[in-house]
């Protein structure tokens, strides 16, 4: 079955340090892939997306992902944390007719 | 000038009680969704509609109905609520289907009592 693991559940980070979230697919063939942030009671908003061309994608408020073939990979990267980016991370994936989200990661920033 | 709105943004209501939830677009899109997110916060999508018609029915209790009158709103009606319903609500649109950006609204967070 078609999936998307986001493999951690809970990050914590100091403010300054860089970050990597991580996400696999399960898709016969490279499926459209996305990153959405989500804050508290709010909705989700678009980081960046993968749909063909340079693997490195980047994306907005000092985000990028690489999208690796070989390892059914999209992880996000950011090289310094702001304590602002504490949210729930979702990566996503769209092949034909489905649109799954990954179960989401939660960052924590410290001051 | 809110791109995706969602009317209300909390509901509290008894089981039993048959509610709705509005959502309307300014971005002139083609396609809009409708999403449950649990207490987990997992995303699951439950409905979605291209140009007033479905295009996605996911296996979602036949006591959710939605509507689309036109291609900037998508109402999803609920009846008969129960435990189970109580979760966020969200509604997206995007330029076309699945493989596109999706525009999200802030959500609706129903409580069942």
């Known amino acids: 079955a078609q999936s998307v693991t986001q493999p951690d559940i809970h990050i914590t980070v100091s403010e300054g340090a860089s970050l990597e979230l991580r996400c696999n697919y399960s898709?016969?063939?490279?499926?459209?892939l996305f990153w959405y942030v989500q804050s508290p009671g709010q909705g989700l908003q678009l980081l960046l997306k993968y749909f063909s061309g340079d693997t490195l994608v980047q994306g907005i408020k000092g985000f990028e992902a690489e999208f690796k073939r070989s390892q059914s990979s999209f992880n996000l990267r950011k090289p310094s944390v702001h304590w602002s980016d504490a949210a729930e991370y979702f990566c996503?994936?769209?092949?034909?007719?489905?649109?799954?989200f990954g179960p989401g990661t939660r960052l924590s920033v410290l001051p | 000038d809110t791109a995706v709105s969602q009317t209300p943004k909390y509901l509290v209501t008894q089981m039993g009680n048959d509610k709705s939830i509005k959502c309307e677009q300014n971005?002139?899109?083609?396609?809009m969704y409708w999403y449950k997110q649990d207490s987990k916060k997992f995303l699951k999508i439950m409905f979605s509609y291209n140009n007033k018609e479905l295009i996605i029915n996911e296996t979602v209790p036949n006591r959710f109905s939605p509507k689309s009158p036109d291609k900037a709103h998508l109402n999803l009606h609920i009846n008969s609520l129960e435990l189970g319903d109580s979760a966020v609500y969200f509604c997206?649109?995007?330029?076309?289907?699945?493989?596109?950006?999706?525009?999200f609204g802030d959500g609706t967070r129903l409580s069942i009592l």
């Open positions: 996503a994936v769209a092949k034909g007719k489905n649109f799954v």
């Open positions: 997206a649109s995007s330029s076309g289907q699945f493989n596109q950006p999706q525009h």
């Open positions: 971005l002139g899109h083609d396609t």
């Open positions: 898709y016969g063939a490279t499926p459209y």
